[in-house]
């Protein structure tokens, strides 16, 4: 069973940055980040391949956010720049031995989640 910990939130005003962070107990093929606000569905955020070189992102994080992985430490980073206070949310990292998806059920492990706040 993969375990995945997800480090990096906190409080940020408009404009300000940060950046997640995700490790997981052992190799998994494809890494993402989804975000989830009360009473809303979980939505996609950005996601990478195994070997890094094929990314993908939700179209209003598109220019602002960066996602990278090392692959030899399992872990993979979400840099957030320009922040919205629309981009507040419970962030969460999945992973899976599929390729790449852009839906919650393409992955099968997820974090615990960590609250991103973006307010002034």
């Known amino acids: 069973q993969v375990q995945l910990a997800e480090s990096g939130g906190g409080l940020v005003q408009p404009g300000g940055a940060l950046n997640l962070s995700c490790t997981a107990s052992?190799?998994?093929?494809?890494m993402a980040w989804f975000r989830q606000t009360p009473g809303k569905d979980r939505d996609f955020v950005a996601a990478?391949?195994?070997?890094?070189?094929?990314?993908t992102y939700a179209h209003s994080v598109k220019g602002r956010f960066t996602i990278s992985r090392d692959s030899a430490k399992n872990t993979v980073s979400l840099q957030m720049n320009g922040l919205k206070s629309e981009d507040t949310a419970v962030y969460y990292c999945?992973?899976?031995?599929?390729?790449?998806?852009?839906?919650?059920?393409?992955?099968?492990?997820w974090g615990q989640g960590t609250q991103v706040t973006v307010s002034s």
């Open positions: 999945a992973a899976d031995f599929r390729t790449i998806a852009t839906t919650a059920d393409g992955y099968d492990y």
């Open positions: 052992e190799f998994v093929y494809t």
């Open positions: 990478i391949s195994r070997s890094g070189g094929v990314t």
